[in-house]
T-cell receptor, first 113, second 112 residues
Framework: DAGITQSPRHKVTETGTPVTLRCHQT?????MYWYRQDPGHGLRLIHY???????DKGEVSDGYSVSRSKTEDFLLTLESATSSQTSVYFC????????????FGQGTRLTVV | GDSVTQMEGPVTLSEEAFLTINCTYT??????LFWYVQYPGEGLQLLLK?????DKGSNKGFEATYRKETTSFHLEKGSVQVSDSAVYFC???????????FGTGTLLAVQP
């Protein structure tokens, strides 16, 4: 199994509070991705990174920011959580992105109350 | 914009039935195409892939052919098993950006 760990695995937070999710890899893969999974919407890309300090937006980036200061860590921050951000969040890693397999973490279930 | 469209589920089949899950895409350039599978409570894992037109990806009895003329990558299996019950995602990667984009997923339920 690819070495990819998401933390926390479960979190309940209040509306308006900041939340940071962490994705940690031990594979030294260049590409890292954050998705959210919601019923009827599948996986939607939030942000992705193609190297240290190199990130770009996905299709649902509003309300989210990311940082990658080290190859192994990709952080997703909800600056001020809203109920619409209740979801399951998945991190993925990939060697080159283009034609190689992406490996997924186990997911983080976030509930905003 | 670039996107993946999958047939809606759930798809309910009896064991040993033939499976087809349709997938079409819209993309600039020539993407690589993938099928991922998600078992209950787990993350996604790669099922098969194809990186250029007319390539056929195959794994565990599943197959899909990259059809550039119809921008499609339909998943097929000749005889499904109960253990194939899962959510199946079609995906593409754009070579220019390495952005990995997924469809909405199709739930497959196989009954004994």
């Amino acid at each position: 199994d690819a070495g990819i760990t998401q933390s926390p695995r479960h979190k309940v937070t209040e509306t308006g509070t900041p939340v940071t999710l962490r994705c940690h890899q031990t594979e030294n893969h260049r590409y890292m991705y954050w998705y959210r999974q919601d019923p009827g919407h599948g996986l939607r890309l939030i942000h992705y990174s193609y190297g240290v300090k190199d990130t770009d937006k996905g299709e649902v980036s509003d309300g989210y920011s990311v940082s990658r200061s080290k190859t192994e860590d990709f952080l997703l921050t909800l600056e001020s959580a809203t109920s619409s951000q209740t979801s399951v969040y998945f991190c993925a890693i990939s060697v080159t992105g283009a034609d190689t397999e992406a490996f997924f973490g186990q997911g983080t279930r976030l509930t905003v109350v | 914009g670039d996107s993946v469209t999958q047939m809606e589920g759930p798809v309910t089949l009896s064991e040993e039935a033939f499976l087809t899950i349709n997938c079409t895409y819209t993309a600039t350039g020539y993407p690589s195409l993938f099928w991922y599978v998600q078992y209950p409570g787990e993350g996604l894992q790669l099922l098969l892939k194809a990186t250029k037109a007319d390539d056929k990806g195959s794994n565990k009895g599943f197959e899909a052919t990259y059809r550039k003329e119809t921008t499609s990558f339909h998943l097929e299996k000749g005889s499904v098993q109960v253990s194939d019950s899962a959510v199946y995602f079609c995906a593409l990667v754009l070579s220019a950006t390495n952005k990995l984009i997924f469809g909405t997923g199709t739930l497959l339920a196989v009954q004994p």
